[in-house]
């Protein structure tokens, strides 16, 4: 199939572009499917003419339509930016805007944001804020919880469509010059996981975690306006595309901070979407998403004739190696630093953190910040608590992810569980024991509450019962735990290094889950 679907429609095209272009004093920016005109105030965008492997934007009436459909669902993530439909009448060499007659060509009208603002560029210059994906990632978590749920007859999210769109993408790879036995490689795995991930994926679909996403959540397409962050440009020329496993939507995002060599925000970025969305049950399935991902990137360079100063097919690579799945818990009573530890650790050790505080609430219907005035911190809600924070940790387990779970711990029956789980999952299983003098436990908390903004709400009576009733470590369970004194100064890259030096314990009758050999 070309990539012009008519040379002389294209040619048109490009001379109206240029004409509108000098007639509005614009800056243009060109991709291969479309021109943006920047005139200072708006971005006028107008699409190309072309057919493509992916798309057809050969007609006037479809590229109208689309005009449309990008307007609709852009408008779901970013209102402010994305203004209208404006029709272009005239002639290729004098074409007008906002002018009665027949329309010759179609622009999105959108307002322009200043340079700088996109998270690459962000990303680039060092001045990517954790606090910023953080914001992003509760707003696509908002996003994807209103989003339209695929209904089960439906293609989309099934392991069929899952498969065969990764398998498309490493035939078109092959096509354009990827290495044959890196892709040869790459299908078996694809393959080999697809075996393994099917019930989990018909659950999700079943379950109404397939939606109406974005599709395309590159650093490219998410910016900061103002104090919000948020995503512009998602695909709208194809549903498939764009209706997806929420994961695999997030999964974008994450897998480009990744290949930008940035695994601390990614995790960052992953860890605040899972504490917002509580999508952990689809954790087994993330990894997946991660490979898939990096290989549509990987083809999008190859199309754009891009030069890769990104890798991302290396990426996929390594990201498809054995996992190094790991399990820490944390110990230690309220204001002792557990949760600030495991927030420095899990960005360090690129790790999904499970926070008993938000897991909790989640259980009761609450949300994170939510007050419960006490009422679900009984014997039977910290068992109960304990028993989810078990079952989610097993999950990440089993989808390769070194897991961190936040929470006291103070009893030994409870450490004793997830030093079992440790053992049933094969991975290694570590002890971080935080600790602080009494009188800045008691300052820690007392600030917490009158503060406010966090998820626990132990209050300076709780601090003092912990204190009379916890059970220490054993001397056994010091004996190989990290252990971190939190009011004197501590370095978190030492930490995760620490915790990764332990080793991985082999269980080869579970083909599901290869593990790192010692």
Known sequence: MSDVADPPAQIASASL????????????????????????????????????????????ATRARLCEEELRLNRRLA???????????????????????PAIEYALRMRQFAA????????????????QLDHLAQRLAAFHRAAAVAGPDTP????????HDALQVLDGLVSRGAAQAVCDALRRWVLDNGRCLRATWLSRKAEGHVREGHGDLHLANTVVLGEDVTAFDCIEFDPALRWMDVLNDIGFLAMDLLAHQRGD????????YL????????????????????????????????????????????????????????????????????????????AIRLRSDVERKRLFGLRALDDSAGAIYGADATRRTYTRLRELAAMALRGGQRVIVDAAFLRASERESFRSLARECGVPFTLLHCEAPVEVLRERVRSRRARAGDPSEADASVLERQLATQELPRPDELADALVVQTAQAWDAE?????????????????????????
């Open 156 to 163: 989309w999210g099934t392991p069929a469509v899952i498969e």
């Open 265 to 272: 925000l990614a995790y960052r970025f992953l860890n605040a």
């Open 494 to 518: 030492q930490l995760a290094a620490r915790w990764l030096e332990r080793h991985a314990v082999v269980r080869p009758e579970d083909d599901c889950f290869q593990r790192r050999t010692s």
């Open 275 to 350: 504490d917002d969305s509580g999508e952990h049950d689809g954790l087994p399935v993330l990894r997946y998403y991660l490979v898939y991902r990096a290989l549509v990137r990987a083809l999008v360079q190859r199309l754009s004739a891009h030069v890769p100063d990104v890798d991302y097919l290396g990426l996929a690579q390594r990201l498809s190696a054995a996992p190094d799945a790991r399990l820490l818990i944390t110990h230690g009573v309220s204001g002792s630093g557990k949760s600030s530890v495991a927030q420095q650790l899990l960005e360090q050790a690129q």
């Open 17 to 60: 572009v240029e004409a509108l272009r000098r007639r509005l004093g614009a800056t243009l920016v060109e991709t291969h499917i479309s021109w943006v005109l920047l005139d200072g105030e708006i971005a006028w965008k107008i699409k190309k003419p072309v057919r493509l492997p992916f798309l057809d934007f050969s007609s006037l």
């Open 79 to 101: 209102p402010w930016l994305y203004l209208d439909v404006v029709p272009i009448t005239g002639t290729p060499d004098d074409p007008r805007l906002n002018v009665a007659g």
């Open 116 to 131: 700088g603002s996109l998270l690459a560029e962000r990303l680039a210059a060092d001045s990517l804020q954790g606090a």
